[in-house]
């Protein structure tokens, strides 16, 4: 094997493709990258049985072959590479790479050990990679990360036709995102629970090309069951669905309100974190609604206290409401719009965040963050 | 909170710490309550194959039988006692007198136990004792308004610190009380066994008794880095100052409760697993109901287990938040009873013990949207279920607190042990949770009709036409009761079928208060 390459172009492919390298590999060769090139691609590829991933780009190749090597090694001798083109050649069981006056030989791994990538399920649809990476990044924010129930690790993805709606929870929020995305087919249905964690990463990586292809196989027996993949720019990249039922979780959206309050995103963000600071390991706090407005408070007599009062359109009956104050802030954060909406049913029911694009505006239901209150005893 | 603080045990001008110990406490409530067993040998702890003496009366003790000693050998040793199951209700009624009382003599209590507690008279409201005499005459007029109040004898010692005081409310048991002057405390302490001294428990007893250390006196003559060498630097260095009669704890009311818990010893081990779930299951709702008693919630739940080879094993899991949802806190010990069972049965067949913790406490809960859909899907079928499950009797006996008798102590004190009524929660309970595994006792499943509920030896009941009574015992569906009260002469027996419709179970907590308030109104 002997090609040449840029080495943005190399260190890009190898950075992103190493990402989902495992820490702890539970095999030596799966702590390397495959360099395959041929027909004027050089394909990089890693994977450690729940996620895969693939990056090909063009280069020119004076003979082909294929060599696995340490990934994390490569990652690291690409990123620091000065700007010139790399050269790399196989040298029997060694791989030397020269850049400018740089010159690394790597030992190889054996090839023919190397698993078998996953073959990617069929495309389902596409969606603008900004969008798509936006959207996972509201909902992850309410997967849970402990793994005692692993569905509360996952973001449920549902697709139903032009419409492609995200959800998770760790059983004390919930969050769901509502998008129009472009289906291969108009009466495409499926539905998935991908690990939350690897999907926000592989959004995030994923927003350089203009649209992301997501492929879900959606019925038994299909190509890449089991699995979602997605694909963009050159890249794709496979992960092991989850197993397990989603809680059926439109239930709990109250059907109707007993009231909701408007407040403004940032100030109440500020406040909620000035006042958090004596709620420690996030004991509650409180917010009191009455005519016109809000009064934040935490902590209790025998400890620090904090209180803070603030405008809110607001003109129901007066009401309390407690909340852990990290779940608070991190929906607020999520809403994503300069004005808050909470919408109540009573103070031990779920209580439901949305954005406004302005105080008199309508709410945006197409992001909803629902928060389960703190009872307070005593 | 202006409480005032406990002078440091060395500047105490007075041996103004007293520790307050009630004599054999629950033998001799039993012995109260029941005439008939007055004056003779009361055993009181886990009847079953493999329970353990709680309490023996001082006429079993000289046959030997003490507390920890399993009720097989008791029998063994004093045939002719009677062995009853403990009724936690009646004894805790009785020990909120007793803490009162201490507690109208100085702010400053902390109970260790049902029938053990410190009191500092240093911040007695009226100013603190000034010498030996005025201790003496406090801790006489203390344990005459304990007698009078409950009937009962209580042993009280003082010193100048909680150390001393407890030493010296043992030297003269029962009935005792003696007051350690200020600058005699090493007098007392140096022919203890090192034993004695807070926290040397069998590990440290032996590495001393290896280099010839068995006294207090014998463990002075160590340094203090003989005894750093030797435990380490914490613990020997509070040894050395314990052998020397300095103790710097201070009497703390109102230690905070940092877990609660509840466990069972089975009579025959727990082969399958699903009298192990059914078992685990009822354990978890008993300590959600204390916690919930206790306006607690808690994150993390804690699940042991000890296989038929002793080997012990516990797992626990962590919450997200503070809870006290019976259904999660169910859910998370089944968890980690599947967990928890293989490794303590990896050497040896069948589960003899197993026991449920909650600690992490908190006075708030997080709402946990998975059970509130749980809630939502079973407001949905309701209908259904209430047609369904209306001919519910309800007519389990309390069998809470017999299931309780084995458990060790727990470190919740006083308040740990199951309200009174804890029984009939059980019941409301076990309705509640649905389909998710039958209820069990020690015995087998919850009793649901009268031919199948047991008497236990101990327990109170009330017989339609002959009043009420206690089980003095039960088998072959016949239950033997005599007919007596706390006060009553001895009474008279009677055997009825167990199925009998006049014979119903009284709340021991009832019996109990009832005795104390007739104690409280001079007939």
């Given at each position: 094997m002997k090609f040449r390459v840029e080495r943005d172009v190399l260190a890009d492919a190898v950075a992103w493709t190493a990402r989902s390298l495992p820490a702890r590999p539970p095999a030596p060769v799966l702590a390397g990258l495959l360099l395959r090139a041929e027909s004027g691609q050089l394909t990089v590829s890693g994977f450690d049985y729940e996620v895969s991933a693939r990056s090909e780009v063009s280069t020119e190749i004076e003979q082909e072959g294929t060599a696995l090597v340490s990934g994390k090694l490569l990652a690291e001798i690409t990123r620091s590479l000065p700007n010139r083109p790399v050269e790399i050649t196989t040298e029997g069981s060694k791989v030397t790479l020269v850049c400018g006056t740089s010159r690394f030989t790597l030992q190889t791994m054996p090839v023919d050990d190397y698993p078998a990538l996953p073959q990617m399920p069929g495309a389902s649809g596409a969606i603008a990679g900004n969008t798509f990476a936006n959207a996972v990044s509201q909902v992850a924010v309410a997967a849970g990360k402990d793994d005692t129930l692993p569905f509360l690790t996952g973001v449920r993805i549902e697709i139903n036709g032009d419409t492609l709606r995200l959800a998770a929870t760790d059983r004390y929020r919930l969050a769901v995102r509502e998008i129009l995305w472009k289906p291969e087919r108009a009466d495409a249905e499926a539905v998935a629970l991908v690990p939350a964690k690897t999907l926000y990463d592989i959004a995030k990586s994923l927003t350089s090309g203009e649209w992301v292809t997501i492929a879900l196989s959606?019925?038994?027996?299909?190509?890449?069951?089991?699995l979602i993949g997605f694909e963009a720019g050159g890249r794709r990249t496979t992960t092991r669905l989850l197993e397990g039922e989603f809680i059926k979780y439109n239930a709990l959206f109250p059907s109707e309100y007993t009231g909701a309050a408007v407040i403004e995103t940032a100030p109440l963000i500020e406040a909620v974190k000035r006042v958090a600071l004596v709620a420690e390991r996030n004991t509650p706090i409180r917010l009191n609604f009455s005519a016109g407005q809000v009064t934040l408070e935490a902590g209790s007599g025998d400890e620090a206290q904090a209180s803070e009062t603030m405008d809110a359109v607001f003109d129901e009956e007066d009401i309390s409401v407690a909340f852990n104050p990290g779940y608070l802030l991190e929906g607020l954060g999520a809403i994503d719009a300069p004005f808050a909406q909470l919408s109540y049913t009573t103070s031990t029911k779920p209580a439901v965040l949305t954005g406004r694009p302005a105080v008199d505006a309508d709410h945006d239901p197409a992001y909803r963050y629902l928060i389960m209150p703190i009872r307070l005893s005593g | 909170m202006d409480r005032p603080p406990s002078p440091a045990p060395l500047t105490r001008q007075a041996p103004s710490v007293l520790h307050v110990d009630m004599d054999a406490f629950y033998a001799a409530v039993e012995q109260q309550h029941k005439p008939s067993l007055r004056g003779k040998p009361v055993v009181v702890g886990g009847v079953g194959l493999r329970g353990v003496v709680s309490t023996a009366s001082y006429e079993a003790r000289a046959f030997g039988v003490r507390s920890a000693v399993p009720t097989a050998l008791a029998r063994r040793l004093c045939p002719n006692a009677a062995y009853l199951y403990p009724r936690f209700a009646a004894y805790h009624a009785v020990s909120t007198v007793v803490m009162q009382l201490l507690r109208e003599l100085s702010p400053l209590v902390e109970p260790v136990s049902l029938d053990e507690a410190f009191v500092d008279l240093a911040a007695m409201p009226d100013g603190a004792p000034r010498d030996i005499e005025q201790v003496r005459g406090i801790a006489e007029e203390l344990r005459s308004r304990i007698a009078r109040r409950t009937g009962l004898t209580a042993s009280v010692g003082g010193g100048t610190s909680k150390l001393i005081a407890k030493v010296a409310s043992d030297a003269q048991k029962p009935d005792g009380c003696v007051i350690v002057p200020v600058g005699g405390e090493l007098d007392w302490l140096d022919p203890l066994p090192v034993r004695a001294l807070w926290g040397v428990g069998p590990a440290t007893a032996d590495r001393l008794r290896k280099i010839g250390v068995g006294t207090v006196a014998e463990l002075r003559v160590l340094t203090e880095s003989d005894l750093v060498g030797l435990l380490g630097t914490a613990w020997g260095g509070m040894l050395f100052r314990l052998a020397r009669g300095m103790d710097a704890r201070a009497v703390e009311p109102e230690r905070p409760t940092k877990s609660i818990s509840a466990e069972d010893t089975y009579p025959h081990d727990l082969a399958d697993r699903a009298a192990m779930r059914a078992a685990v299951t009822q354990l978890a709702e008993r300590v959600v109901r204390r916690l919930r008693s206790a306006g607690h919630t808690g994150r993390t739940v804690t699940v042991k287990a000890r296989g038929h080879d002793f080997t012990t094993v516990t797992r626990s899991e962590t919450f997200g938040a503070p809870t006290d949802d019976e259904r999660l806190v169910v859910e998370a010990a089944i968890r980690l009873l599947d967990d928890a069972v293989p490794a303590a049965t990896a050497s040896s067949t069948g589960i003899r013990l197993l026991g449920v913790g909650i600690s992490g406490l908190a006075d708030y809960a997080q709402g946990d949207l998975v059970a509130e859909l749980a809630r939502l899907e079973r407001a949905l079928g309701a209908a259904e279920a209430r047609a369904q499950a209306g001919?519910?009797?309800?007519?389990?006996?309390?069998d809470g607190e017999a299931g309780t008798g084995f458990a060790e102590p727990n470190p919740a004190g006083p308040d740990g042990e199951p309200p009174p009524g804890a029984g009939a929660g059980a019941a409301a309970a076990h309705g509640e949770s649905g389909p998710a595994v039958p209820a069990v006792t020690l015995f087998g499943?919850?009793?649901?009709d009268r031919a199948a509920r047991r008497w236990l030896a101990g327990q109170d009941v009330r017989h339609a036409q002959r009043g009420p009574g206690w089980v003095q015992g039960a088998g072959v569906g016949r239950v033997t009761v005599r007919f007596e009260g706390p006060d009553t002469g001895p009474g008279r027996i009677g055997t009825f079928r167990a199925d009998d419709p006049d014979l119903e179970p009284l709340d021991a907590g009832e019996v109990a208060r009832e005795a104390l308030r007739s104690r409280q109104s001079p007939a």
């Open positions: 959606g019925e038994d027996g299909a190509v890449g069951e089991g | 001919a519910g009797d309800g007519g389990a006996p309390g499943p919850v009793p649901v």
